[in-house]
């Protein structure tokens, strides 16, 4: 009995210290608090992502048709909108944040940058406040700036140096317009080039309009929806003729109070992609389908649908 419990012990040793070892290293988990994007600073365009505590990310750029840069913070939960457009910003388009939680809890934050201005990208991290600045920036934005500005500096000399007798000779300048497009014939493209592909799933329990799952296109490719009514309700989308992103998390557990998990799969014959949205079960349902067409985002906001009011005036009587 005792060589059996100092082998156990052993055992217990070689196989549980390294794992307490490893438990012990895992940082606590921190909160992303706010993310806020300013369109003018002194350097460019910045991202402040404040956090709960100190959180170093792991940055890196994905080049392409779309470009963006993808920020990744191990052990961060994050529970705000998961989709902020960027209408005022001349290097992002939008940015997206999502949480992973296999195979290791992670928040990702991306930046969908321009195609048409090349960026780069400075961060810096305050320790008081535990904020991470990114600041993007490109010389082609700053050229251009600096182009106007010596344009109306010409100007103003121009007009400071003309007498009131010679300013009256001059005649108005006359106001070019560029001729109008000729109208082309609709074709039900969109003109942007590559295969139909699914880039992102994102869900978002956030806003007063229901729990939203949000597909993230590069074209405009509405799936076909249908609802399945069982034990587990579920909702199926399917694109047809449809490719995966790297980025795709194929399985989301949402845990909201109607979507309880987003399972996504590839299917062959005929090639699709199906996205599944399983739903607590005991409710009904109500169903709407948004497309952001110039941001290529389909979304579908799912609620509960509420029963009736029957008035006493509409009871029968006996």
Do not use: W
């Not at 040793?13 to 290293?25: G, I, K, Q």
């Not at 002194?42 to 100190?54: C, F, P, Q, Y």
């Not at 994102?202 to 590069?218: H, Q």
């Not at 998390?249 to 399972?263: L, Q, T």
């Amino acid at each position: 009995m005792k060589c059996f419990r100092r082998y156990f012990f052993l055992i217990a040793v070689l196989f549980f210290s390294p794992l307490s070892a490893v438990c012990a290293e895992l940082p606590a988990v921190v909160n992303i608090e706010s993310i806020l994007y300013n369109s003018e600073t002194d350097k460019g365009e910045s991202v402040a992502i404040k956090l709960s505590g100190h959180r170093t990310p792991k940055i890196f750029r994905i080049k392409g048709d779309n470009p963006r840069l993808v920020m990744d913070f191990p052990q961060a939960l994050y529970k705000g909108k998961s989709v902020m457009p960027l209408p005022e910003s001349t290097l992002a388009n939008g940015i997206r944040i999502a949480v992973h939680k296999t195979p290791a809890l992670k928040t990702r934050v991306v930046i969908d940058l321009s195609r048409d201005h090349k960026s780069t990208y400075e961060k810096s991290f305050s320790d008081q406040s535990n904020t991470l600045t990114l600041t993007l920036s490109s010389p082609e934005v700053k050229k251009v700036e600096q182009e106007e500005v010596k344009v109306q500096a010409v100007t103003e000399k121009k007009v400071v140096d003309v007498e009131p007798e010679a300013e009256k000779a001059v005649p108005p300048a006359a106001v070019l317009q560029k001729p109008a497009p000729a109208p082309q014939e609709e074709t039900g493209a969109t003109g942007q080039e590559g295969d139909p592909q699914l880039l992102e799933i994102t869900f978002d329990d956030s806003s007063n309009k229901g729990e939203m799952v949000i597909f993230r296109l590069n074209d405009f490719f509405p799936p076909t929806v249908s609802a399945i009514e069982k034990e587990t309700p579920r909702v199926l989308c399917d694109f047809m003729d449809m490719q995966l992103g790297a980025d795709v998390n194929k399985e989301i557990f949402a845990n909201g109070k109607f979507v309880e998990r987003i399972r996504t799969t590839q299917h062959k014959g005929p090639d699709k992609v199906r996205v599944s949205l399983d739903l607590s079960a005991d409710r009904d349902y109500d169903l709407q389908q948004v497309f952001f067409k110039n941001d290529n985002l389909f979304v579908i906001i799912v609620n509960e649908l509420q029963p009736e009011v029957v008035k006493n005036s509409d009871l029968a009587t006996e």
